[in-house]
């Protein structure tokens, strides 16, 4: 009987899945899809029903040759795929590579996890090709490359080379600067809160907040509002008006799906959506879990589904019931609702199995795998946990002011009862809310009637805030509020819109900078209906429709082309040039008298003298909302800087790291300053040689700090190595020295590279591994403080460093 041959993406994957096959298959990786459409033509028939021309991807032949010699052999082929649109959209065209080679049948195998039993299952029911899934991938794409070879030219002439537009790409970049313009554009208004202190017979103080005044709700406008109602209850009484206290529930949160894991990973791993993803695949895969060997840790991660399997409830309810006890098992498993048009065929992102708890993993994983698993875990486990249970107390003071009004004070407090799945996991919040405050108040125990002693009153100023800037986790929780896209396809739109320069993070938070805010204002300006968030929602919806089978792909191509190439013919003629518009200023050149103008250049706005090219002179901007119409809202620096070196004024300059002060007396003096920091400090010659060609060497101050290196520089260009006093455990002859990444990050290396390679990025110490005798260790810095570790990745020997230890240099060897 012959071999079958399965074909899965990755070979981690197929390592697993080998595993739980056994020796009548032979498993082999495509390394995801072997057909796209050519970066270099449109490849898409507009005239011909939209027909996609695909083409062997640059490096794939001689894996496709391979496969084709294997499936030659096979007695049957499964294609084995990522359970989704991309998957099928893999396998459909590994079928037509691999079809009729010698009539072998050929089979699509799904799994939402990769373990025996769920392996075994698909392929006792193996199933066709879906044409559908097929479909609504190739409109996507279709639609995807529409989008962006039509449109990127016009940014290419009209901005500069190398942008692009893309369909799903600009509305998240137009929720990012129309939030910023809301944030410009917001008015903060004042507004004041009245506390009063209370003591009763029993502690703690009593604070109770102003709610009504006359039986209607107060608002406190200003101070002098503030004031007049403090000098109405000068002096008055206060009682206890009502005593009430009812139990509250918190019900479990659903487990994960895909969206909710990139917001959660973002909030408290702080990770990136990509990077969340990127470790979800490798869970999902395969881990090598030592004799038991590789296994899939966690289901399929690209699910909308919160749905879980009857297998996965019994297993997880058990271990709840034998790990915390029957008060935290509800009655009946939770089942929670999926969106309306989540698909149903996947389950939720869960454990593969709810046994295999994060503690007994953790010595097979990275510190970063664990931590996601750990999350996974957690959300899951708390998903079938009961409620948890506080009693919520509110307390009515009434006090009757100087004036004869009646004024009623309120506080309200929660206190814990049970904490149900609060055991194991609490989700988090992009912002505190009414919960966080209540659970912050401790109340004392008062009875209706009771007289209170006056202490205080704490009148407070507040402002109102404008709507804060998008981080990863709530600009993905628009995204999938809004239907914009899909979660699967968040990692790559965020990080497009970084790479592209369009957005850059500020502690955090996505900022446009002003190439994003050019670029979304000329794309509106002819494309407004293309990049509305509810039109690009309905496509999404549209593409729905097209897996389910209810929509013909090509309609749909056929509708969205009639309405875009209108667009595109507006755009061609219409579409403002900013290379060539020139925005007045009332700045005159220093140089030759002119009028000098706002134009644009690579590197952004400048302001550039009417007189060139007989005069080049030109100035740098502070960016403040640029916008197409013609109001430039970019501002001259609004205060001379001296250079602190030669006197003369500084003026700003914008170069490969950002924008910079500069000395106007370059090339004489080469001072700068960064923005908003010190100016760099002149060079210090010393007393020490140069041991290459003897000139003095000078301490100097760079992007990464202060180093020292030869006077003689470029002729020498020599720096002194920063040793640490280690000697390099890998050839033994060199030294350790700390050095600097491209990136800004500290690294050591061995001082005879290239001939030794090598590195670390903690700080070695000679000192062996208790553990497994590595004849190194290295300090790192976590969140929970500084440790001590062996540099040898099989071993988890870690131990927390002391005071002592942190302050010592490590003894030379």
């Not at 499936?71 to 998957?87: F, M, Q, T, V, W």
């Not at 695949?281 to 881990?287: F, I, N, S, T």
């Not at 990080?495 to 993070?505: A, D, G, L, N, P």
Request: net charge neutral; aromatic share 8%.
């Amino acid at each position: 009987m012959g071999r079958s041959l399965v074909i899965v993406e990755s070979p981690a994957k197929a390592k697993t899945i080998g595993k739980y096959l056994g020796k009548q298959f032979v498993v082999k990786a495509s390394l995801g899809h072997i057909k796209d459409l050519p970066k270099r033509d449109l490849a898409v028939d507009v005239d011909g029903a939209f027909a996609p021309k695909y083409t062997v991807i640059e490096g794939k032949k001689k894996l496709i040759s391979e496969l084709k010699s294997a499936a030659k052999e096979a007695e049957a082929i499964y294609l084995a795929a990522d359970p989704d649109r991309e998957g099928e959209a893999i396998c459909y065209h590994l079928q037509e590579e691999l079809t009729a080679r010698n009539g072998a049948p050929v089979y699509r195998v799904m799994f939402n996890e990769i373990t025996a039993t769920a392996v075994r299952k698909a392929f006792d029911k193996p199933l066709q090709v879906n044409v559908n899934l097929v479909d609504a991938q190739q409109a996507r794409r279709v639609l995807d490359r529409l989008v962006g070879y039509k449109i990127s030219p016009l940014l290419w002439d009209k901005v500069r080379r190398g942008l692009s537009a893309g369909r799903v790409q600009t509305v998240a970049l137009r929720l990012i600067v129309e939030r910023e313009r809301e944030i410009r554009a917001f008015q903060k208004r004042e507004y004041w809160t009245l506390d009063v202190e209370l003591n009763g017979r029993k502690p703690p103080v009593l604070t109770a907040r102003l709610a009504k005044r006359a039986g209607e709700n107060v608002e406190i406008p200003d101070e002098a509002a503030s004031d007049a109602l403090v000098a109405d209850l000068d002096g008055v009484g206060y009682r206890v008006a009502s005593v009430a206290t009812r139990e509250k529930r918190r019900n479990a949160v659903p487990p994960f799906i895909t969206s909710t894991l990139q917001q959660e990973s973002a909030r408290k791993l702080r990770f990136s959506v990509k990077r969340t993803m990127m470790i979800a695949q490798r869970l999902y895969e395969g881990v090598e879990l030592g004799s038991e060997g590789s296994v899939g840790l966690i289901t399929y991660m690209r699910t909308d589904s919160t749905r879980v399997s009857n297998e996965a409830l019994d297993e997880v309810r058990g271990l709840i019931g034998s790990r915390f006890g029957t008060s935290y098992l509800p009655e009946k498993p939770n089942f929670f609702r999926s969106k309306k048009d989540a698909q149903d065929a996947h389950e939720a992102i869960r454990p593969s199995s709810a046994l295999r708890t994060p503690e007994q993993m953790q010595p097979y994983l990275q510190e970063d795998e664990f931590k996601l698993y750990r999350l996974i875990w957690m959300r899951f486990v708390a998903s079938q946990m009961a409620p948890a249970v506080f009693d919520q107390t509110t307390i009515e003071v009434a006090a009757s002011g100087r004036s004869g009004v009646d004024y009623l004070f309120r506080a309200t407090g929660t206190v814990p009862k049970f904490d149900g799945f609060l055991a194991v996991y609490e989700e988090g919040k992009d912002a505190k809310d009414e919960d966080d405050e209540e659970l912050k108040h401790k109340l004392p125990q008062v009875e209706q009637g009771e007289t209170l002693r006056f202490k205080a009153m704490a009148p407070e100023q507040h402002f109102t805030e404008p709507p804060p800037r998008f981080n990863e986790a709530t600009l993905v929780k628009e995204l999938e509020s809004d239907g914009v896209g899909r979660p699967s396809t968040y990692a790559s739109i965020l990080s497009t819109i970084q790479e592209r320069e369009y957005v850059q993070k500020d502690g955090g938070k996505f900022k446009p900078t002003e190439l994003g805010m050019v670029v979304t204002d000329l794309l509106l300006e002819s494309f407004n209906d293309l990049f509305d968030v509810r039109y690009t929602a309905r496509m999404e919806e549209e593409l729905d429709e097209i897996e389910e089978g209810k929509l013909d792909w090509r309609a749909a191509m056929g509708e969205f082309w009639d309405r875009f190439t209108k667009d595109l013919e507006r755009a061609e003629s219409e579409m403002t040039n900013i290379k060539r518009m020139e925005r007045p200023t009332d700045l005159i050149c220093d140089k030759c008298g002119k009028p000098m103008v706002i134009r644009w250049g690579r590197h952004g706005s400048f302001i550039a003298c009417t007189g060139y090219p007989e005069c080049t002179s030109t100035r740098e901007l502070t960016v403040d909302l640029p916008d197409v119409d013609g109001a430039a809202a970019l501002t001259e620096q609004d205060s001379e800087e001296y250079c602190e070196n030669c006197g003369r004024t500084m003026v700003l300059k914008k170069g490969r790291f950002g924008t910079f002060y500069a000395c106007s007396g370059y090339p004489d003096c080469k001072t700068t300053k960064r923005i908003g920091g010190e100016q760099k400090k002149a060079d210090v010659v010393l007393d020490e040689k140069c041991p290459q060609c003897d000139s003095p060497l000078a301490r100097k101050y760079g992007r990464y700090g202060e180093f020292v290196s030869c006077t003689n520089y470029p002729s020498c260009k020599y720096i002194k190595q920063n040793l640490i006093g280690v000697k390099c455990p890998t050839c033994t002859d060199g030294d350790i020295a700390e050095r600097r990444s491209k990136r800004g990050r500290t690294f050591y290396g061995c001082v005879r590279y290239p001939k030794c390679d090598f590195v670390a990025w903690g700080k070695p110490v000679h000192e062996a591994c208790p553990a497994c005798g590595s004849p190194y260790l290295i300090d790192k810095v976590l969140k929970s403080g500084p440790v001590r570790q062996c540099a040898n990745k099989d071993c988890k020997y870690k131990r927390p460093l002391e005071a002592a230890e942190v302050a010592a240099e490590p003894a030379a060897v």
